[in-house]
């Protein structure tokens, strides 16, 4: 069933686990990662990042996603990562997305609250769940230099949600969007004291190559929803060079694709402890 994922972070957040938020951005990894979820009997949230500059591209996954995630037995979310501006979000919620993201972490506190309110108000009329960004999550090829990443600050962060009515935080504790350059480092004492004392969900950006123990300490100590993009495509990329795609063998060229992801999804699913907990 398609759910908002403000209803199964809720739980997550109260039972100490966290849902695998997995780049699925057309019909063969939807298709993958719901099977996943439905094997692990587990809450699902999928990622739609929008790249295209047609808007109908958003409107016919959305038609194609969300009648998928409505037939599968487990909840799934479908949400927009890291919505551009308030126009991309109100496509998603037409397309039928149940969450939306706006990610204004790079402008000031104030810029950042005052666009996040904007897009909840509508969001919210229409029951659309929406995540922001306080603090800045950056890219793994800078993060050796401490690039652009910014850690977020847990006063801030409590207002900022008072104050924008979003319904779940991504945080920036040392992950990294993409590949890394360097080791991650993750600030685990701020992830708890976030944990501690804001009243909402959390969510961990740049989850893939931060770590297997990183991650699973993360996703029992506050993070309730984790990003994974990165790692999913290098599933992919194995499961067509694991096999003979030669000759006839190329038919078979979509289905390692399907393969490759779902052994990654699956893996991730037991790491953010959310199997069985559909
Ligand atoms: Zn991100």
């Not at 199964?8 to 993958?32: D, F, G």
């Not at 927009?80 to 308030?86: I, Q």
């Not at 950006?205 to 290098?234: F, P, V």
């Amino acid at each position: 069933m398609l759910v908002s994922m403000v209803e199964t972070m809720a739980k997550a957040r109260e039972n100490m686990y966290c849902i695998p938020a997995l780049s699925a951005a057309n019909e063969i990894t939807v298709k993958a990662a719901i099977e996943t979820a439905e094997e692990k009997n587990a809450p699902l949230i999928m990622l739609y990042m929008h790249t295209s500059k047609n808007p109908q591209d958003m409107l016919d996954y959305g038609y194609m996603a969300t009648n998928l995630a409505r037939r599968a037995t487990v909840p799934v979310s479908i949400i927009l990562d890291h919505g551009p501006n308030f126009e991309t979000c109100m496509l998603a919620i037409r397309a039928g997305f149940s969450d939306v993201m706006l990610d204004k972490s790079s402008l000031p506190y104030e810029q950042n609250r005052d666009e996040v309110a904007a897009v909840v108000k509508v969001a919210h009329a229409v029951g659309v769940g929406v995540e922001a960004e306080l603090g800045h999550v950056g890219t793994g090829d800078k993060y050796d230099q401490e690039g652009d990443t910014v850690f977020t600050r847990p006063d801030e962060a409590v207002s900022f949600l008072q104050e924008s009515g979003a319904d779940t935080l991504a945080v920036s504790v040392g992950t990294s969007h993409g590949v890394y350059k360097g080791t991650p480092k993750i600030n685990f004492e701020l992830l708890e004291e976030l944990h501690k004392i804001v009243p909402a969900p959390l969510v961990i950006h740049g989850g893939s190559g931060t770590g297997e123990d990183n991650l699973y300490r993360m996703c029992r100590m506050g993070a309730n929803k984790l990003n994974i993009a990165n790692e999913l495509m290098q599933g992919c990329v194995k499961g067509v060079e694991t096999n003979d795609c030669t000759g006839f063998g190329a038919y078979g060229f979509f289905n390692y694709i399907h393969n490759g992801y779902k052994e990654v999804a699956a893996h991730m699913f037991d790491l953010c402890g959310a199997t069985g907990q559909a």
